[in-house]
């Protein structure tokens, strides 16, 4: 008898159980991402490997790795999830009365540009929808979703973010925002117009976001398209800071122009650049299958509107 026919019905909470060890490759952080006890997923993971008849993981140094069986069984878990997922759309809309919380991870100038506008229209679209904001890094959002801690995420394009066709997420484009060097009032090439070329910053001192943060990789790749790599004296988050640190002479910096409203530009010249890879790709992600939940579908299309809006 084949083996598969020897197998009981799988738990899809031990799919997504699997799902978390493969993004995060030990069991420790993917217990952690899940709120569960190390424990807690090595039971899920030992009664998954029993149903299946399969060994799905391997050690790996201080962490752990799919099999081949492990990952394709991934590749199906994947599908199960976004199948789930839908089923819950459609019973929810099948259900009278919309009415529910959606929890929304958002970098903080998304939260300003789009998520706040997407509230007014969002209350006069589907006013028994409430959401809740947590304030999350580009980088950050698209795994609180993928985990379960978020219902959508409002981020940017970035080096090791899920690709754009990753059959986890389903996204929707909101905009693309170019980058801006931000000078020091007395630099030399803050009295010319017209765009500035990025080599020509060369040599200059830096101001930027720290490692990991998305922003800091549109500067290096800006950079290294125009033939050099940016010497980061100078680590913020915050572009508040970053300006600052421009107008007290300190160096040179690529800002996200939305950054920069609201922010006191009294002491510092802002330049366009000639460079089109400085630009912030922005879009929101929902797990795949959750986009029609007549929750999140409101939400997403009240997002769309302010960033049309917001052009």
């Not at 031990?14 to 899940?34: E, G, I, P, Q």
């Not at 006069?124 to 999350?136: N, S, T």
């Not at 795994?143 to 929707?172: F, I, K, S």
């Not at 090439?189 to 998305?214: H, K």
């Amino acid at each position: 008898m084949p083996r598969w026919q020897n197998w009981s019905v799988i738990d899809a909470r031990r799919l997504r159980t699997l799902r978390a060890v493969a993004d995060h490759r030990t069991v420790t952080a993917a217990a952690a991402a899940l709120y569960l006890t190390p424990s807690a997923v090595s039971q899920q993971l030992a009664a998954l490997e029993q149903e299946t008849g399969h060994h799905l993981l391997a050690r790996e140094g201080r962490g752990v790795r799919l099999t081949a069986a492990g990952e394709i069984l991934l590749g199906h878990a994947d599908v199960v999830l976004a199948q789930l997922e839908r089923a819950e759309a459609d019973l929810a809309a099948y259900s009278a009365g919309v009415s529910g919380e959606v929890t929304v991870a958002s970098f903080a100038t998304a939260i300003a540009s789009v998520l706040a506008p997407a509230v007014g229209l969002l209350a006069g679209r589907a006013p028994g929808v409430r959401l809740k904001v947590l304030d999350a890094e580009g980088d950050a959002s698209l795994p609180m979703v993928l985990d379960g801690r978020a219902d959508l995420a409002v981020a940017v394009e970035y080096r090791g973010a899920p690709r754009a066709d990753d059959a986890r997420l389903t996204r929707v484009p909101l905009y693309a925002e170019p980058f801006e060097a931000v000078l020091p009032l007395g630099h030399r090439l803050a009295a010319e117009s017209g765009p500035l070329a990025v080599a020509s910053l060369a040599d200059e001192p830096w101001i930027g976001p720290y490692p990991g943060n998305p922003c800091h990789d549109v500067v290096l790749l800006a950079c290294e398209h125009a033939g050099f790599q940016p010497r980061l004296l100078h680590s913020s988050d915050d572009f508040r800071a970053v300006v600052a640190l421009a107008s007290a002479g300190l160096g040179v910096a690529l800002v996200p122009r939305s950054a920069l409203r609201g922010v006191d530009l009294g002491e510092v010249a802002v330049r366009p650049v000639d460079s089109e890879l400085a630009t912030r790709r922005v879009f929101a992600a929902v797990r795949a299958g959750a986009d029609g939940h007549p929750l999140v579908r409101p939400v997403l299309d009240s997002l769309a509107e302010a960033a049309a809006a917001g052009a």
